[in-house]
């Protein structure tokens, strides 16, 4: 929990970047303040334009006092990346006096009250858009262990000295960490995910969201093996990799004892993934996985 002193502290950082903020804005004498009414009439315009995915930016030259009348839509005023440019629909809301530059031709422009003007960007190209990727975003809590399949015993929440978390109540070797391990004779980095006999190891990836028009989410999951687990176990049993999403199976990769990465790609839906780990005999299954979420034109 956040101690009073943080709490103060971080709310003094709020002000400050709100007085910095409002500084800016009042060292240009030439901006004409904006009226709430137009601020709320931008924001109306704004909802009933947006569709789900778009990005929505507005000026860095509001006010704090201007800004409130956006209540809380979800709108930034930071440049976006050229890969959202590429991949998502943008809705900038700007001053008409001293509008952001940088971003191209929109494709449509339309004025709101006396000194905004919102501008709509279309998607610049049909790249793909990483949604989540395991290996940077993992997180405290993502990982759990059943025992058996379908009962959770162990959230992986506790911090280990190495990096990661440790499962409390399991053995050592069950962790959720990132890990540079040898698979196909190539150091390689990827998310620890040792099974267990008689249970499951769990990944849970956050709800993506849907797609905007026109685009579709798949998930990209890859998984292998230490090459000398594989080598110096003969007998080593397979490991499999479940993939669910809202109570549905929507596919599964199997993991033979073979040097080398195995990979299955499948359509996911809005909501959240789940990554079901198991296999017959744990010894020596020195087991990662990659897992990306991404977003790419629907075809």
Same mark, same amino acid.
């Given at each position: ?78 440049? +976006?990346?050229? &890969?959202?440019?590429?991949?998502? $629909?943008? @809705? =900038? #809301? ?8 940088g971003l191209g031709r929109p494709e449509s ?96 990836? +956050?709800?993506? &969201?849907?797609?905007?028009?026109? $685009?579709? @989410? =798949? #998930? ?26 809202a109570g549905k199976d929507l596919g599964r ?24 780990i198991t296999t017959p005999r744990d010894g ?16």
């Open positions: 929990m956040m101690s009073a002193r943080a709490v103060v502290l971080a709310l003094s950082g709020l002000v400050a970047a709100g007085a910095l903020l409002d500084l800016r804005v009042a060292l240009r004498s030439d901006l004409a303040p904006i009226s709430a009414d137009d601020m709320a009439a931008a924001k109306a315009r704004i909802e009933a334009v947006q569709q789900p995915g778009d990005v929505i930016v507005h000026s860095p030259l509001f006010s704090v006092r201007e800004l409130q009348g956006l209540g809380d839509l979800p709108a930034r005023p930071d440049r +976006p990346t050229a &890969g959202v440019m590429a991949t998502r $629909r943008v @809705l =900038v #809301l700007d001053r008409a006096e001293a509008q952001m530059y422009e339309e004025a709101v009250g006396e000194h905004l003007v919102l501008k709509t960007y279309a998607p610049q190209g049909g790249g793909v858009l990483a949604v989540f990727d395991l290996l940077t975003q993992l997180g405290s809590g993502m990982m759990s262990v059943e025992r058996p399949v379908g009962h959770r015993t162990s959230v992986c929440t506790q911090p280990r000295a190495e990096g990661g978390w440790a499962c409390p109540g399991e053995a050592e070797w069950l962790y959720a960490a990132p890990r540079s391990l040898r698979v196909g004779g190539q150091d390689a980095q990827c998310v620890w995910a040792h099974p267990t006999t008689g249970g499951a190891v769990v990944f849970t990836l +956050p709800a993506p &969201g849907a797609a905007p028009e026109g $685009r579709k @989410l =798949v #998930l990209k999951l890859q998984a292998g093996l230490n090459d000398d687990a594989v080598t110096g176990t003969p007998d080593g049993a397979p490991v499999f990799v479940a993939v669910e999403q990769l199997e993991v033979p004892n073979q040097v080398g990465w195995h990979r299955l790609e499948v359509p996911v839906g809005p909501e959240q993934v789940t990554l079901r020596r299954r020195h087991h990662c996985i990659n897992a990306q979420i991404v977003e790419e034109v629907a075809k």
